[in-house]
């Protein structure tokens, strides 16, 4: 390796790591919680159109799966750890209501 790209070799190896170190050092419910949430999240933008029909019945079975319960979840989640900073904060990128049957779905009543 020659002198110039030794040190951005270090930097790319440097930022790999960093957000492996910092999810380990999330309690195992918190990394659950947000494994779920962020795949609720990507099905949320993989509404189809009205139309096709079994692709809404596809995507309507995994917002079941991922997203039900994840807001009681995401409210206990911030009530237990209330005096740690970093998970507050980590905590605090999801919204606190996203499920059908609450605000974030006015006309869905389950």
Do not use: W
């Not at 020659?2 to 951005?8: D, G, K």
């Not at 790591?17 to 494994?35: G, H, M, S, T, Y």
């Not at 949430?37 to 139309?51: A, I, K, N, S, V």
């Not at 237990?80 to 998970?87: E, L």
């Amino acid at each position: 390796m020659t002198m110039n790209t030794r040190p951005f070799v270090i930097l790319v190896s440097l930022l790999f790591a960093l957000p492996l170190e910092a999810a380990e050092k999330l309690p195992k419910d918190v990394q659950q919680f947000i494994e779920r949430r962020e795949t609720c999240e990507h099905f949320l933008g993989e509404m189809p159109d009205p139309d096709q029909r079994e692709r809404m019945k596809e995507v309507e079975r995994q917002l079941d799966k991922y997203c039900r319960g994840t807001d009681r979840t995401l409210a206990s989640l911030k009530k237990k750890y209330s005096r740690n900073p970093a998970i507050v904060r980590r905590l605090a990128h999801y919204d606190a209501r996203i499920e059908p049957g609450t605000e974030a779905f006015p006309d869905e009543r389950r």
